[in-house]
């Protein structure tokens, strides 16, 4: 079966604050792909993330989306085709729970036209995959950290984008819920072909979870491929400048050494 890539680079280049993150990446996403993205702190992770969604400018290359470069789109169509989770959010104004995660729906509405019956059945149905069923009607400072980034998460799943941009999606959140919304994009990979790209600093979950990986070393040095090629101890060591081992006897388990 052939696969149609969502996302592609050409001959990319990016830097942020005079420092190159990549240069002449060549990378394609392609429908039922996971892909996690890693590197160690300010090599530049989440700056590529932001370029894919076009809001982070490039210096050289191009990103296309589903065939079409993101400069001949605008941010509404982008919108319905990629959904960006951000590292945080501020919550300036007050808010519910269900109006928060309604605005995952704008890019789909005209202007002015008010949330559809079906708009807010999707969001009753993104709140209940991220197990926060019945509490539509609470305050978002009243929320705990882990809360809060479930409705983030929530707001992403109603914006039903074709491809998936996770920015530490386990963030705040426990052990219990990390598996489960990993769990619940990995689904959606294989059941709605979809494709997901996550910055995460756990390499066990990148490795549970992942189909592809995306290494940045932060000195313009950028290695991907299959998660079962990039995930050795060899390269982990030398992508955290620091010593990793693979447990003996263990699938896809790697410690501090």
């Known amino acids: 079966m052939r696969t149609t890539a969502l996302l592609a680079t050409q001959q990319l280049a990016v830097s942020i604050a005079g420092k190159n993150i990549c240069r002449h990446l060549d990378l394609t996403i392609n429908r039922g792909e996971c892909w996690a993205i890693l590197g160690q702190n300010g090599s530049g992770k989440t700056t590529l993330l932001h370029t894919l ?93 882990g809360e809060r980034r479930r409705v983030a998460i929530a707001s992403l799943l109603v914006q039903q984008p074709d491809f998936y941009l996770l920015d530490e999606p386990v963030n705040h959140l426990d052990i219990r819920h990390q598996h489960h919304i990993l769990d619940l994009f990995s689904q959606k990979t294989r059941n709605e072909n979809n494709a997901v790209a996550m910055v995460l600093h756990d390499i066990n979950l990148a490795a549970r979870y992942c189909s592809h990986v995306l290494m940045i070393y932060g000195n313009e040095k950028v290695e991907m491929g299959p998660a079962e090629e990039m995930l050795t101890a060899e390269k982990l060591t030398e992508l955290y400048d620091y010593p990793i081992e693979k447990q003996q006897g263990k699938k896809n388990i790697f410690t501090p050494n």
């Open 53 to 145: 969604t076009g809001l982070h400018s490039i210096d050289n290359g191009q990103v296309l989306l589903n065939n079409k470069s993101l400069d001949q789109l605008s941010q509404k169509v982008i919108a319905q085709q990629c959904g960006l989770l951000l590292q945080d959010y501020q919550d300036v104004f007050p808010a519910t729970i269900m109006e928060t995660v309604l605005i995952g729906r704008h890019p789909h509405l005209a202007a002015w036209q008010w949330e559809s019956d079906r708009d807010h059945q999707l969001a009753i149905q993104a709140l209940k995959d991220v197990d926060l069923v019945h509490m539509e009607k609470r305050l978002l400072h009243t929320l705990s950290g």
